[in-house]
């Protein structure tokens, strides 16, 4: 059975139906990590929207997404609720993508399941699926032959305060109106411009300025230091952002310690890029798009920070596909406009060798997917459900509660619904506090920051002590209990080793004053 007699027996419904019911098992069943878990804790925390700006931006993430975790905190105080959101903007792009792409049934299935608006963008709660949304609606809305300048600028300035990467997507939205705009003038003869076109200019220059300035201030507010010092580009950190390219569409990440490996990676991804543009190349709304986006996250890439997952370089893959949507909606648009038949036009006898490209990069995006989304429905990525689903049902539900790492420790804090004490900041809370918060803490002394505890809480006869799995400590249990001092002893409880994500494997101590245990 051939692919083109496959793709016309798929119904794109029947697709939708079985993305929402398996992406819906998908969500219960996730266990929020550490990043998720921060950006729902920071908006609990938040009794309005002025502490939610001042939570938030040691982080260095711009507001949009921080703000719709906010509001769906007020909707429903569950973590479930910041996973329905995740889930229904997911949803929303696959639904956008099954029904407006310009790209066959059988390329649609493969994207729907793929990667990352399958696992990593649906599943896994974090703002790139926003940028996801956007640059899809952009898109759409760019691609008519008419759209309105000040809702295009009110979209850049979405992607703008959404994440530090979506600036490449929205630089190349500005970059490919602002050419649009100024090539209809030059081919029309306009050259004075009138006063409604004036307003439209000025609105538009507001809007991206104000967004600009926002986004500049959350990101420059981050904990992380942003000096001349930590920018700064070499031949490796070059081959470094070619190899992030081909992590994004070929979810290969070559080792960068390797220079042979970088070296081949970024052959390989020069090829994807030529290749890309020698199909897109017949339209100037997609070739600005993809060139201009491209090179400016292959310079953050190399200048600035080169990524740390997947989650990141996930947005050349989301930029290759609206750049390909945008060409064959362009080009679609143009020739039915001059009334030329669209499938006797350029994109069909270029889709062939083209479309065989671009579904071996969907099949492998599709494998991945699954193999991923599956692997986390039956083994959790964090053991930090687990661990307070234990608490919560044992003896030891009412004892305070000493944790470390607190970046490790905040997920067990947000299914709890307790503050822990994390020695990080010498004090109760609940998501981990980038200001004023001591990193330089070493895992290996564990016990002498639970000894400061108890010394310094004199009251506290017991206490349940949670650590990450790099800060377990060095006992062995198996002999008899670990005496800290003349009338504190530190008892093993349990371990929780059942975690995809290594950091987030924990090991539980109960801690109790000698004279209190013998009343």
């Known amino acids: 059975m051939s692919i083109r007699h496959l793709s016309s027996k798929i119904s794109l419904k029947v697709v939708f139906i079985i993305y929402i019911a398996i992406t819906l098992v998908g969500v219960s069943s996730h266990v929020l990590w550490r990043d998720e878990m921060q ?47 995740q889930w229904s903007l997911a949803a929303t792009c696959v639904f956008v993508f099954l029904s407006r792409a310009p790209f066959s049934k059988f390329q649609k299935l493969l994207f729907a399941f793929g990667y990352f608006p399958f696992w990593e963008y649906c599943l896994i709660s974090r703002h790139y699926v926003v940028i996801q949304l956007l640059t899809f609606v952009g898109v759409i809305y760019v691609s008519k032959r008419k759209y309105s300048l000040v809702g295009i600028s009110f979209l850049i300035a979405l992607l703008l305060n959404t994440h530090a990467l979506a600036w490449s997507i929205a630089i190349g939205f500005f970059i490919t109106v602002a050419d649009d705009t100024l090539y209809k003038r030059l081919r029309k003869g306009e050259r004075e411009f009138s006063s409604v076109d004036s307003l439209n200019y000025l609105a538009s220059a507001i809007v991206v300025f104000i967004a600009t300035w ?45 220079w042979i490996d970088l070296s081949v990676s970024a052959a390989v991804s020069v090829a994807l890029m030529l290749t890309t543009i020698l199909y897109i190349r017949c339209s100037r709304k997609a070739l600005l798009f993809y060139c ?47 009334g030329v038949n669209v499938k006797q036009s350029y994109l069909i006898e270029s889709k062939s060798r083209f479309s065989l490209f671009l579904s071996i990069i969907l099949v492998i995006h599709f494998f991945a997917g699954i193999h991923r989304v599956f692997l986390d429905i039956v083994y959790p990525y964090s053991a930090s459900k687990e661990v307070a ?33 994390y020695p990080e900041i010498n004090r109760l809370g609940t998501f981990a506090e980038w200001v004023n918060r001591n990193s330089s803490l070493s895992r290996e002394n564990s016990l002498d920051y639970i000894q400061e505890y108890m010394d310094s809480h004199p009251n506290n006869n017991s206490l349940l002590v949670i650590l990450s799995n790099s800060s377990k400590l060095k006992h062995d249990f198996g002999r008899g209990h670990l005496e800290l001092s003349d009338d504190i002893t530190i008892e093993f409880v349990k371990s929780f080793l059942r975690s995809y994500n290594k950091p987030e494997r924990y090991h539980i101590y109960k801690v109790g004053r000698v004279k209190a245990l013998s009343r």
């Not at 929207?49 to 507001?63: D, K, M, Q, R, Y």
């Open 39 to 85: 950006g729902w804790l920071v908006a609990v925390g938040s009794s309005n929207i002025f502490e939610l700006w001042n939570n938030n931006a040691p982080s260095g993430h711009p507001i949009v997404y921080p703000l719709l975790t906010f509001i769906s905190s007020l909707i429903y105080e569950n973590p479930l609720s910041l996973q329905l959101m």
């Open 214 to 258: 926002l986004s500049l201030n959350s990101l420059f507010q981050t904990s992380r230091s942003i000096d001349s010092a930590s920018i700064g580009i070499s031949l490796k950190s070059i081959l470094v952002a070619f190899g992030r390219y081909l992590g994004g569409n070929i979810l290969i990440v070559p080792n960068s310690s390797r």
């Open 292 to 338: 201009s986006s491209t090179f400016c996250l292959l310079c953050f890439n190399a200048a600035v920070y080169s990524g740390a997952g997947s989650r990141h370089f996930g947005i050349y893959f989301i930029i290759i596909m609206a750049s390909v949507w945008l060409c064959r909606s362009d080009l679609s648009v143009s020739c039915s406009s001059s």
């Open 389 to 421: 689903t234990f608490i919560r049902n044992s003896e030891y539900a009412n004892w305070p509660l000493f944790g470390s790492r607190d970046v490790e420790l905040a997920s067990v804090s947000g299914y709890l619904g307790k503050s822990i004490y």
